[in-house]
């Protein structure tokens, strides 16, 4: 068991030998485990029956469609806090996404976050039992995010009309089979260049409320209301 683990299951979980536990890779299997030594040194464990696997996001019979978050990441602490709620809920990738309004701090700090973003996420990932990470993507415009292949699109945006929740329930609304991206900007929101940018690619433009969301609160409540109504199908 790695270190982490172990300091994990002595001090948070409290096992002693005897107990058991599940064990995850991360990328789908899981196993009921053993403890059979706990000491300073490390803990031990052996499988105590087969693995399970379940299917990755969007795959046929998976719990969850491919949902990623394209979101112009807001500060440290914020960004935390959000990557922890979206690995909870099911997002299948967090993409940094550098718009026109993106700060400079912004733009050099995003890759070097992913180290901690990436710990935040598995550590989230054992809390709530679930068995495929979050992977934290590349940074991306929305040129070069587009450029990787088809997918659904939406984009949070207080003025919009329609509703998330009434927009997944219509004979056009978004799949299980179609990837989808919802696409979160920075604080003044997206340009309107790029709101013309989305709007020429079908980019679904989503209402989360009657008031003005920040981007964290905004990232994790579209991400809640998909999951909500995708499970209910």
Do not use: Y
């Amino acid at each position: 068991m790695a270190d982490t683990d172990a300091d994990h299951a002595r001090t948070v979980l409290r096992l002693a030998v005897g107990d058991r536990c599940i064990g995850l890779d991360g990328a789908g299997r899981s196993w009921p485990m053993l403890v059979t030594r706990v000491d300073r040194k490390g803990v031990e464990v052996e499988a105590a029956a087969v693995q399970t696997f379940v299917p990755a996001p969007g795959e046929e019979d998976a719990p969850l469609p491919w949902i990623e978050l394209a979101v112009a990441l807001p500060r440290a602490s914020q960004a935390d806090e959000m990557v922890d709620a979206l690995a909870q809920l099911g997002a299948a990738v967090l993409t940094p996404l550098t718009t026109e309004r993106t700060t400079s701090t912004a733009r050099a700090d995003a890759e070097g976050r992913r180290a901690r973003f990436e710990r935040i996420a598995r550590e989230s990932s054992k809390q709530s039992g679930r068995l495929w990470n979050l992977h934290i993507g590349q940074s991306h415009d929305l040129e070069s995010l587009a450029a990787r292949g088809p997918a659904a699109w939406a984009h949070c945006d207080p003025r919009a009309s329609h509703p998330l929740g009434a927009a997944l329930t219509t004979p056009t609304g978004f799949t299980r089979v179609r990837p989808l991206v919802i696409a979160v900007g920075p604080e003044g929101g997206f340009t309107p260049a790029e709101d013309e940018w989305l709007a020429a690619r079908a980019a679904v433009s989503l209402s989360l409320g009657p008031h003005v969301l920040r981007t964290e609160t905004a990232a994790v409540a579209a991400l809640a209301i998909v999951v909500a109504a995708v499970t209910r199908r």
